[in-house]
């Protein structure tokens, strides 16, 4: 999993509330379990004109011209502005694996789905809450400022805009730790293999029959 620590980047306004994980990813692209290659149907339903299906060619498609992620001035976006409830509907972790393929490293909002907030610190994602007021200066400033980034600075948890506006958020020490070091479940794990080396030999001394 690639590390988070800090970061400038382009905000991208989705100006919706109880967006959920169908509306991120639709069902029908769920039927591959890597974690790549949902970034192109990220949105899908909104995001074009007709329906898509796995495999299509998505630049023969119509895109939609009054959808934000197809706006110029978004190009490149790594900061996703959201309303409350974000994440909402089925547990899909699809939905935060098309978010990152896409090319976003943070979501901000005043409120997240609980299993999505989870979902994203476990595949990179970092999930911002900040108060509605809060928010919706970002929304307003971010609409009406073309170019607009925000400074996402993890260790001191802070965002900061371009004026020089600090916003503080909150975040367990557990989270913190695997996204400043770029660390997975099966990485945690992994960093225990000599313990678990240990237990596993020692284990065969005590209970050989289990291993016969």
Same mark, same amino acid.
């Given at each position: 999993?690639?590390?988070?620590?800090? %970061?400038?980047?382009?905000?991208?306004?989705?100006?919706?509330?109880?967006?959920?994980?169908?509306?991120?990813?639709?069902?029908?692209? @769920?039927?591959? &379990?890597?974690?790549?290659?949902?970034?192109?149907?990220?949105?899908? =339903?909104?995001?074009?004109?007709? #329906?898509?299906?796995?495999?299509?060619?998505?630049?023969?498609?119509?895109?939609?011209?009054?959808?934000? @992620?197809?706006?110029?001035?978004?190009?490149?976006?790594?900061? *996703?502005?959201?309303?409350?409830? !974000?994440?909402?509907?089925?547990?899909?972790?699809?939905?935060?694996?098309? &978010?990152?393929?896409?090319?976003?490293?943070?979501?901000?909002?005043?409120?997240?789905?609980?299993?999505? !907030?989870?979902?994203?610190?476990?595949?990179? @994602? @970092?999930?911002?809450? /900040?108060?509605?007021?809060?928010?919706? %200066?970002?929304?307003? $400033?971010? =609409?009406?400022? $073309?170019?607009?980034?925000?400074?996402?600075? %993890?260790?001191?948890?802070?965002?900061?805009?371009?004026?020089?506006?600090?916003?503080?958020?909150?975040?367990?020490?557990?989270?913190? #730790?695997?996204? *400043?070091?770029? /660390?997975? $479940?099966?990485? *945690?794990? %992994?960093?225990?293999?000599?313990?678990?080396?240990?237990? $596993?030999?020692?284990?065969?001394?005590?209970?050989?029959?289990?291993?016969?």
């Amino acid at each position: 999993m690639k590390a988070f620590t800090q %970061l400038n980047g382009l905000v991208c306004p989705l100006d919706r509330a109880n967006v959920d994980t169908d509306a991120i990813i639709p069902k029908q692209f @769920l039927k591959s &379990i890597k974690r790549s290659g949902f970034g192109p149907n990220l949105f899908d =339903e909104w995001r074009y004109l007709d #329906h898509g299906e796995p495999g299509m060619d998505n630049s023969q498609r119509k895109p939609n011209p009054d959808f934000v @992620l197809n706006f110029p001035r978004y190009r490149g976006a790594e900061v *996703l502005l959201a309303r409350d409830n !974000f994440g909402c509907g089925s547990s899909r972790e699809h939905a935060p694996w098309a &978010i990152g393929d896409y090319g976003f490293r943070v979501v901000i909002a005043p409120s997240f789905a609980d299993i999505f !907030f989870n979902n994203c610190y476990k595949n990179g @994602l @970092l999930p911002i809450v /900040l108060d509605a007021a809060s928010v919706e %200066l970002l929304f307003a $400033e971010s =609409e009406a400022n $073309e170019g607009y980034c925000l400074s996402v600075d %993890l260790p001191a948890q802070t965002v900061t805009t371009p004026s020089g506006k600090v916003f503080s958020f909150d975040i367990t020490g557990h989270r913190k #730790h695997c996204l *400043l070091n770029g /660390l997975d $479940e099966i990485g *945690l794990t %992994l960093h225990h293999a000599a313990e678990i080396k240990a237990f $596993e030999a020692q284990r065969k001394i005590e209970q050989p029959w289990l291993f016969s």
